[in-house]
């Protein structure tokens, strides 16, 4: 039998994951010159795009608008969508070995790191990812319930998706009408009760990974006074000597923005957003009733380590703040697939440059593959993926050139669409999403939003007429 | 972007060497594996030195008995050791700033892994890249690409 990638024997890859690295990898794949390749790409959601529609806030329309360049890949005829349909659920690792010349996964990081504090598991305390995942619609995660009725409320860590949490519960709910926020999350933050939103992060400002055009957000809001403390956002020695020798003039510009949000006095909005640094929660104190009452914080100063990167290390100061609502943002995880090898440590597929590798041996498994966050860990911005991705595909076509490849018994995609239909009837075609982006943003025209998404996958069929 | 998420997709492979063994092994070890240096680590897996391709070098020109002597005689033994929430940034410039190629990582001073510079600035170049990368897509959605719409 002839290698294949050929038109008459095309090479057939699979998906798993239809994030951003999902459809980089398949674009990669589809702009190899001479090369015939059919991606069948998966999700276990019924919509495309990942952490794009789900993760990325929905004030910030500008970056979900990227999702325009994954249509265009999508367009491709040898491409095709399969939406709802789960690993390990509907299909296991051995039914696409029977059925894909090769396999990768792009599942990325789907759960949080914890604090690793005590109170952590009280009510109210809750992951940054659940709330985000809640207010974009993620049909997994659209019943969660937060407290909104507490006045104050901490998010821990000074990352974007901290950035985002505290943006959105300082929002107006005329702000936040503008957005494609899911309608129930926009109902529920309409109501709240938060006065006072605190931002936590144990470095100093100059080691704050949020981006300036982030920062600066958040001293234009319409409903809510920001502000620093002056002795926070003072740079100590050691970040000044950092920034003496290797001058960054968007670090600086950043320490600027922070100095600035110190000197401002509060100019009577109904909110406020209180930015600190250089403290790291140590527990949180119950209420009397299984809540969320306090947060104990411990001071921070920085030292460096044999490399000179900058580490907080606890005074022993202790501080109390009292609030009710807890959001922990300090960092996203992998989470291992059924029939994949898992490197715990780093919480990703165990992998070398993208190859997977058996637990055992530690030698590449032929045939599977892996890229994006669940390949190096969540790092990066959107577009870090596509590099991530084409490094990984380089190493597909080096071992397509050897020859290396699984052996499928059914490798056609009529054999495939008929597994699917038989375990997952109620999956989505990349043309029904196409109907279902119709249909969201009609439903946005109306009301002036981006689009109104659809949140329960029964609501989704019933539009499409499936139900 | 810290040294973990260059561990994460570098595969657990590291090669070490003991103190004890001999340059004519270490020699086979570095031609084996295509690598430039090894990592010296005591019997507990903790670094305790590095030997380099220059190391050897170094003797060689000077010294025909070199294959025989031991790796403790040659090996660097002020090393820099990384930790994985070490940054790039400072890495990159640590290394750069004191000709470091190699970086062991340790955890619980218990070696985990170690990174070139080639890693590091391949990481960097990767990181700007997804920057641009993202910031075209954006303002090709808000403008259009030329020519196009």
């Known amino acids: ?467 | 972007m810290n040294i973990a998420s260059l561990l994460a997709k570098k595969g657990p492979k590291v090669v070490t060497v003991q103190p004890e063994q001999t340059i004519r092994q270490a020699l086979a070890l570095l031609a084996e594996h295509n690598i430039g240096a090894l990592v010296v680590v005591d019997r507990e897996v903790r670094p305790i030195g590095i030997l380099s391709e220059r190391d050897i070098v170094r003797t060689a020109v000077r010294d025909e008995a070199v294959f025989v002597k031991t790796v403790s005689a040659l090996m660097t033994k002020d090393v820099i050791l990384g930790l994985p929430q070490d940054e790039l940034e400072s890495v990159g410039r640590t290394m750069t700033d004191r000709h470091i190629r190699h970086l062991p990582v340790v955890d619980q001073r218990r070696l985990i892994g170690i990174i070139s510079i080639g890693d590091v600035v391949k990481a960097q170049r990767d990181l700007y890249r997804g920057e641009v990368e993202t910031l075209q897509m954006e303002l090709t959605e808000e403008h259009g690409r030329p020519g196009e719409r």
């Open chain 1, 1 to 467: 039998m002839t290698r294949p990638g050929t038109e008459t024997q095309p090479l057939r890859v699979a998906i798993v994951g239809a994030g951003p690295t999902g459809f980089y990898a398949t674009d990669q794949l589809f702009r190899q010159p001479e090369l015939v390749v059919d991606v069948d790409l998966y999700d276990r959601v019924p919509t495309p795009y990942g952490l794009v529609r789900a993760g990325v806030a929905p004030d910030h329309q500008k970056i979900k608008a990227v999702t325009a360049a994954f249509d265009k890949v999508a367009a491709h005829p040898r491409f095709r969508f399969f939406g709802g349909v789960e690993l390990g659920r509907h299909l296991s690792v051995d039914d696409l070995r029977a059925h894909y010349h090769m396999i990768v996964y792009t599942t990325g990081a789907q759960t949080d790191r914890r604090m690793g504090i005590p109170g952590e598991d009280l009510q109210r305390s809750h992951a940054a990812t659940e709330f985000v995942a809640w207010y974009n619609g993620h049909p997994d995660y659209r019943d969660l319930t937060f407290d909104l009725s507490q006045e104050r409320a901490a998010v821990v860590g000074v990352g974007n998706v901290a950035a985002d949490v505290a943006r959105i519960l300082s929002r107006t709910p005329e702000e936040l009408a503008t957005t494609d926020i899911a309608d129930y999350a926009l109902e529920a933050l309409s109501a709240s009760r938060i006065r006072e939103v605190y931002v936590l992060g144990r470095r100093g400002p100059a080691q704050a990974a949020f981006t300036n055009p982030e920062v600066r957000e958040l001293g234009e809001l319409a409903g809510a006074d920001v502000s620093t403390m002056p002795d926070e956002v003072e740079l100590d020695e050691l970040t000044r000597q950092a920034l003496e020798h290797a001058p960054d003039r968007g670090t600086q510009k950043k320490v600027e923005i922070l100095k600035e949000f110190a000197r401002r006095t509060p100019t009577g909005k109904p909110k406020r957003l209180v930015m600190r640094f250089l403290v790291s929660p140590v527990e949180l104190l119950d209420d009397g009733r299984g809540a969320v009452g306090r947060m104990r914080l411990v001071k921070n100063r920085l030292y460096a380590t044999a490399t000179g990167t900058l580490q907080p290390k606890a005074t022993g100061e202790l501080e109390e703040l009292p609030v009710g609502l807890v959001f922990r943002s300090v960092g996203y995880r992998g989470v291992a697939l059924p029939g994949v090898p898992f490197n715990d440590d780093w919480g990703v597929i165990l992998n070398a440059k993208g190859r997977v590798l058996d637990a055992q041996t530690k030698q590449p498994l032929v045939g599977q593959y892996t890229a994006g966050w669940i390949k190096r860990g969540p790092t990066g911005v959107i577009g870090t993926n596509k590099p991530d991705a084409a490094e990984t595909v380089t190493g597909m076509l080096e071992d397509l050139a050897r020859d290396i490849h699984l052996r499928p018994s059914d490798a056609t995609p009529e054999a495939v669409e008929g597994m699917v239909r038989e375990r997952q009837p109620q999956y989505l075609s990349y043309q029904d999403w196409l109907r279902l982006d119709e249909i969201e943003t009609r439903r946005g025209k109306e009301t002036r939003r981006p689009r109104v998404k659809f949140t329960r996958v029964k609501d989704m069929l019933a539009a499409l007429g499936r139900a």
